[in-house]
């Protein structure tokens, strides 16, 4: 049993706000939330997230580790 005075209300119905459209509703210390970012619009989540490369890190990375395609990188035709 938990004791009494000691934790903080739970809302079992607590709505999630963003861009001031709710959301969600999740468990919750406080009765809101308002929020930026949630899974229905981060791009790792809808599938529209993009790697920047400036430098070459992804290509050097992949070098680095075997994970590049060489079987066509040389450019000949063997027969």
């Not at 459209?21 to 999740?26: A, G, K, L």
């Not at 210390?29 to 989540?45: I, M, Q, R």
């Not at 992949?62 to 035709?77: H, I, P, Q, V, W």
Request: proline fraction near 5%; include cysteine; hydrophobic fraction near 30%.
């Amino acid at each position: 049993m938990a004791k009494s005075d000691i934790h903080p209300e739970w809302y079992p119905e607590a709505k999630v706000f963003c861009n001031g459209e709710q959301v969600m509703t999740i468990g919750s210390t406080k009765p809101e939330l308002h929020v930026d970012v949630w899974s229905g619009n981060h791009p790792f989540y809808t599938g529209t997230q993009k790697i920047i490369d400036t430098e070459g890190r992804v290509e050097r990375f992949l070098r680095k580790y075997g994970m590049t395609d060489t079987s066509n990188a040389t450019g000949s035709d063997e027969k």
